[in-house]
């Protein structure tokens, strides 16, 4: 069966950096867009990157452009997320999530990694 597997989540000071991965199995990792969203208590889950699956298109929300870069390694079947010059506001739960690029409806979520920013 599909199973995302996230990690590299932790407790860093504001400014510090942290990189997420998450592990692929059980799917074709190139036939998927691969999309890294996080939820914060009370909030809504957020979409903060993406990359595609044909040429490598990122994108990112305004809110961790400049900061956050999205990254696949298609030998590995994992995808990446370099986090820097973090700040308090980017703690949440970072989910990976995978969307066949083609049939929508094969959609599959890690169980996420939390990210906590703080001094």
């Known amino acids: 069966q599909v199973q995302l597997v996230e990690s590299g989540g932790g407790l860093v000071q504001p400014g510090g950096s942290l990189r997420l991965s998450c592990a692929a199995s059980?799917?074709?990792?190139?036939?998927?867009?691969m999309n890294w969203y996080r939820q914060a208590p009370g909030k809504e889950r957020e979409l903060v990157a993406v990359?595609?699956?044909?040429?490598?298109?990122?994108s990112y929300a305004d809110s961790v452009k400049g900061r956050f870069t999205i990254s696949r390694d298609s030998a590995r079947n994992t995808v990446y997320l370099q986090m820097n010059s973090l700040k308090p506001e980017d703690t949440a739960m970072y989910y990976c999530?995978?969307?066949?690029?083609?049939?929508?409806?094969?959609?599959?979520w890690g169980q996420g990694t939390q990210v906590t920013v703080s001094s």
């Open positions: 059980g799917l074709t990792f190139s036939a998927y867009v």
């Open positions: 990359i595609t699956n044909i040429g490598g298109r990122t």
């Open positions: 999530n995978a969307q066949h690029g083609i049939y929508s409806k094969y959609d599959y």
